[in-house]
């Protein structure tokens, strides 16, 4: 099982992926399900700051 840590790499992105992969059926309230639920949030994080999405430009 993942250490629930911060995402700094890519290599730690694509284990945290397999993570949430192997946890996606897992219920509510339970140690997995909010271990998926951590996780997600994790990748979510990382996304945002390696892609952030940029504001649609303002129109005069």
Not at 27 to 49: F, H, N, Q, S
């Amino acid at each position: 099982m993942l250490d629930l840590k911060p995402i700094k790499t890519e290599v730690d992105y694509d284990r945290a992926l397999l993570e949430i992969e192997r946890l996606f059926d897992a219920p509510l309230g339970t140690p997995e399900g909010d271990r998926l639920e951590i996780l997600t949030m994790l990748v979510e994080a990382y996304e945002m700051k390696m892609e952030p999405i940029e504001r649609p430009k303002q129109r005069d």
